[in-house]
């Protein structure tokens, strides 16, 4: 988007700058991703590959650290004014794409839209309004304490409101959030971010360049053209890397991680990931399952490292708990527990030494090697005498067997969207409850109300030692009560060209933050 010139799909254009991007170009990177952005409405959909596109082509008030600590962006500081309310200050200066300069109405704006977004407005519930106090000072206003104000500040990437309102050429709503519709906002963009979109075929490729007036005038990134094409077979990727054809590619599978590392001219940067790998027990349709020592003799026999080691050939941080390193709930005194021996023996005392049938079901292309996980899993409970008919399905169809709780063990991936470890109690272990939503995905329908209160109490909880605590006692109780089996963190995998300094931009939430990119 170069001054007042329009780059096209079809004949709609995207966006308009108010100052041409430098005819001399430092640097440009051709990015190979498994996809590419699905719309240019960062608020139609909620996925990694369009908080990607945000951080590119917007900026957020404040954004994660590597080390999980708050940064900030378009907010240059915040405090927390009372029990209900939080105070963020705006950088002076900011200026759109478009050449209108941010305000508090544009965050109020986008506050609005974001609580009538899909898939956004649940991550929004809590907030009772956006409060604007003047053009450079807003509020942020709760329902009633909430210790999560600032991990949803992340998501909020300040929209042009000028840009976005008003009717388009033929009569609809600009700010309108159409799920997979032909909307204003899906084919025309404006931010603040460092990067502008200039080209885009959907499906083909989308191109970049830097907006010469971006503000953060002391990011190291030096990159001035990105051309990002999506190349969803996993091979073509690695071999578009490896051949010079692209210099960054996303996601690694773990069946390249030798390959790439064996090649001199390519770095390969790996992290653990946030994203939980799990089994459900369902108490009600197995009688047994309602046995905590039933439930202790499963968790003993499955072998998280072994899988981790063998079947993601490295590719996973084996888990004893659903809070990866960082989060608050994090408990650094719960370690995996395999032991075959100590498995039969509670089996023993639980009468069921001869064992049982049982069922399982897990997808077979939704997760790493998420059908191998299932049938070694299967393998190792058939030493304690459980035997497991296993079935696997595609994603598609998989979903809903899932939510019809078709199997009596079940496996499911987690990641947080707030990345804090209530959420993953919400939805995959609290008491099920259709009217609130608490334990939508928990298919072993486990309940125990002691717990839930743990979480209903941290939940409220603003001082960040004691909720710590309340989250690492939720995680302990859990462990001890064997309430699900879990697996391991799938880890995360770039690569890059030598020249292309990825690891410094590479963060754990998988969005790189490709205006700080750096090519030496």
């Not at 053209?225 to 690695?238: C, F």
């Not at 992290?271 to 003993?300: C, K, W």
Request: proline letters at 5%; hydrophobic letters at 40%.
């Amino acid at each position: 988007m170069k001054k007042l010139m329009t780059a096209v799909l079809g004949s709609v254009a995207l966006a308009a700058a108010p100052m041409a991007v430098s005819a001399e170009t430092t640097h440009e990177i051709k990015l190979a991703y498994d996809a590419d952005p699905v719309t240019l409405d960062i608020h139609e959909q909620l996925s990694g590959g369009m908080l990607q596109l945000s951080h590119m082509t917007f900026d957020p008030l404040i954004r994660w650290t590597q080390e999980f600590e708050f940064e900030p962006r378009l907010a240059e500081s915040w405090e927390r004014v009372d029990d209900l309310t939080m105070r963020f200050t705006l950088r002076d200066g900011v200026q759109f794409h478009s050449g209108n300069e941010l305000t508090t109405e544009d965050v109020k704006f986008t506050f609005d839209r974001l609580k009538v977004s899909p898939d956004y407005k649940a991550i929004f519930r809590p907030f009772s309004e956006l409060r604007v106090i003047d053009e450079h000072t807003f509020e942020l206003v709760t329902d009633e304490p909430y210790p999560l104000v600032l991990n949803a500040a992340t998501y909020i990437f300040p929209l042009d409101s000028e840009f976005y309102t008003g009717e388009d050429a033929n009569g609809n709503d600009k700010a309108a959030v159409i799920k997979h519709g032909n909307s204003f906002a899906s084919r025309n963009i404006s931010g603040t971010g460092p990067y502008q979109v200039v080209e885009r075929q959907q499906g083909v490729k989308v191109v970049f360049e830097r907006f010469d007036n971006y503000w953060d005038t002391e990011s190291p990134g030096n990159v001035d053209r990105v051309v990002l094409t999506p190349i969803k077979e996993n091979n073509t990727r690695v071999s578009a890397l490896l051949s010079g054809g692209v210099d960054f590619i996303a996601p690694v599978p773990p069946t390249d991680l030798e390959r790439i590392r064996r090649d001199s001219n390519t770095d390969l940067v790996t992290m653990s990931g946030t994203r939980i790998i799990l089994f459900h027990l369902n108490q009600s349709r197995v009688e047994a399952f309602q046995d905590p020592r039933v439930r202790q003799a499963i968790a003993y026999a499955i072998n998280q490292e072994g899988i981790a080691a063998r079947i993601m050939k490295g590719f996973a941080t084996p888990a004893a708990q659903m809070s990866p390193e960082g989060y608050q709930g994090h408990n650094p005194n719960l370690q995996p527990r395999y032991d075959v021996e100590r498995a039969k023996e509670l089996m023993a005392e639980a009468g069921y030494e001869d064992g049982f049938t049982v069922t399982m079901m897990s997808p077979n292309n939704r997760y790493v090697n998420d059908d191998k996980i299932a049938q070694a899993a299967a393998a190792m409970l058939a030493r304690i005498n459980i035997k497991v008919d296993l079935k696997t399905l595609p994603k598609a169809q998989y979903w809903p067997e899932y939510d019809a709780r078709a199997a009596d063990i079940m496996l499911i991936g987690w990641h947080a969207d707030t990345e804090d470890s209530a959420n993953f109690f919400e939805f995959l272990t609290m008491c099920p409850d259709a009217d609130s939503g608490r334990g939508q995905y928990n298919a072993g329908n486990y309940c125990n109300e002691e717990i839930d209160a743990l979480v209903e109490q941290a939940n409220v909880e603003t001082d960040l030692d004691k909720r710590t605590a309340l989250l690492q006692e939720v995680e302990q109780r859990l462990y001890d009560d064997a309430a699900f089996v879990p697996l391991h963190w799938q880890d995360l995998a770039w690569a890059a060209r030598k020249n292309v300094r990825i690891e410094p931009i590479l963060n754990v939430m998988n969005f790189p933050y490709l205006g700080d990119l750096v090519v030496e």
